[in-house]
Structure formats: C-alpha cells, structure tokens
C-alpha cells in the first residue's frame, strides 16, 4: 500500500516502476529460455536430475491423476447433459455435441488443468521452504542456498509440471468425450460414424495442433512464471511484502492471455 501511495503522489517514479516492470518480464523470459534449452540438452539427463523428474512427475501427475480425472467427469457430465437438454428445447440437438467438444474438450479442461496442478503447487508462499529463513544462516547465505535449490530443481519442475498439465488434459478430455457418446447415443454401437465425423470435424489438423500448443503453454507457464519470481526475490528481498506465492498474479494473468489468444485464432 505504501509503495502505491509513493507511485500516486511522486509522477518521477513512474518512469522507474515501469523500467522495474519490464525487467521483471524480461528476466522471466530469460529464465524460460534457458531453462527449455536445458530441458532439451541430453546432457541435463543424468542420473540425479532424471531420478529428480521422476519424483516429480510422481507427486504432480500420477498421485492425483485419478482423481482429478474423476472430479472433471462428474463436472463434464453435468455440463453435458446441461448442453444437451437446453439445445433440445431449442430444437438443436445436431449441434449440441460439436459445442460440448469445443466448449468443454477444448477449452475448459485444459485451462482447469492448468489451474489445478498451479493451485497444487501451493498458492501459499512459504518462505523457509526455499531457505529464507533458515536458522544460523545470514540472510545472504539463506539467500544464497535457496537461489542453488531452485536452479537444481528448475529442470525436473518444468518437466514436471509440463507433463502433469499435458496429462491430466489429454486424459480428462478422452474420458469426457466417452461421457458424451454415452449421453448422445446411449449404448448403441450404431452412433459411432456420427460421433467420430462430429468429433474429427471439430478436431481438424490446425484445431488439433492449436490445442496441443496450448496445453504445452500452459504447462510452461505454471512451471515457468512462479520459479522466475522467486529467483527475482532473492536478488530483490526487499520486494518480500506478501505471503501469496510470487507470480501467482502474473500467472494468471498468462493463462488468460493464452487462452484468449487461442479463442480469437480460432473464431476470428
């Protein structure tokens, strides 16, 4: 608030809130560069950082892909038959199973996935999880041993929470699209030509890689944007002002700007 009240009343320092501003940005986006160069250099794999993914890739995806999975096939049925029975009583039956593919497959579930493995991340920033605060230790050999935690650990989280996004997506999304043969044609084998013309109509090449490239995205972004704000806070400790996970906002903020990005490609 205070910093606020001093950006208010001094219009001088608004020159360097924005220069702070950008360097933020750029700094994130250095730190996601290098860090994709990382991931795609054999040399990264061996053996500590491949047992270090694994982990992570256990915590984040396998443990709560049943779950989750299970969570977003009760919320998808209900918006299916919710689809279904309002497009009936307009008479537009034919096009309620190509808007529960857009809507629900294509939109929805990968930007909650995001939002989930995001959200398990812990949204509560602690700091002596990452050494801030550890006892016998000055400040800047705390700062000094969470700044190594984080760069060992950059690699595995970003494999990590890319594969988890991609995962909890592309399963959610099949056992939705069973849920929504089943709603339309019941148990009938009859149903299938029409439902996979509808589905592959929907699910054109562009369409397709479109929806793989955002997925991957959002991956990047919940792996990405909270490490590089906490590498920000060890070279700018003063700026500790909040216990909400740093880059929670801007995070956010990403997944909306990817999503909305993605809608107007495809509808514009």
């Known amino acids: 608030m205070r910093r606020t009240l001093n950006l208010t009343a001094r219009p001088s320092l608004w020159g360097l809130a924005l220069a702070r501003y950008l360097r933020s940005w750029w700094y ?32 984040s995806t396998w443990q709560v892909l049943p779950w989750f999975t299970l969570a977003s096939a009760l919320v998808g049925l209900v918006i299916i038959r919710i689809v279904l029975v309002t497009a009936k009583s307009y008479g537009l039956s034919h096009y309620a199973l190509e808007m529960v ?4 497959v294509l939109e929805l579930i990968p930007l909650s996935a995001a939002m989930f493995v995001a ?11 990452l050494g801030l605060a550890r006892a016998g230790l000055s400040p800047q050999a705390a700062g000094d041993e969470a700044l190594r935690r984080v760069r060992r650990d950059l690699v595995p989280q970003l494999i990590a929470n890319a594969v988890a996004v991609l995962s909890l997506a592309m399963v959610t999304s099949t056992v939705v699209l069973v849920l929504a043969y089943l709603n339309v044609y019941g ?19 562009v369409v397709t890689a479109g929806f793989v ?21 060890q070279r ?3 700026r500790v002002v909040s216990t909400v996970q740093p880059g929670a906002l801007r995070l956010l903020f990403v997944l909306l700007v990817i999503e909305a ?6 509808y514009i």
């Open 28 to 59: 994130m986006v250095h730190l996601g560069a290098v860090a994709i160069v990382m991931a795609l250099s054999p040399s990264t794999y061996h053996r500590a950082n491949r047992l270090a993914a694994s982990r992570y890739i256990y915590a």
């Open 101 to 104: 593919v857009r809507v629900l």
């Open 119 to 129: 959200l398990r991340a812990g949204m509560a920033f602690d700091a002596s999880a």
């Open 187 to 205: 148990l009938s084998p009859w149903g299938v030509a029409d439902y996979t013309r509808t589905v592959g109509r929907v699910f054109e090449p």
């Open 213 to 233: 490239l955002k997925t991957v995205l959002f991956g990047l972004a919940v792996a990405l944007i909270p490490t590089a704000a906490i590498l920000e806070l």
């Open 236 to 238: 700018y400790p003063r």
């Open 261 to 266: 990005a993605s809608l107007a490609l495809k």
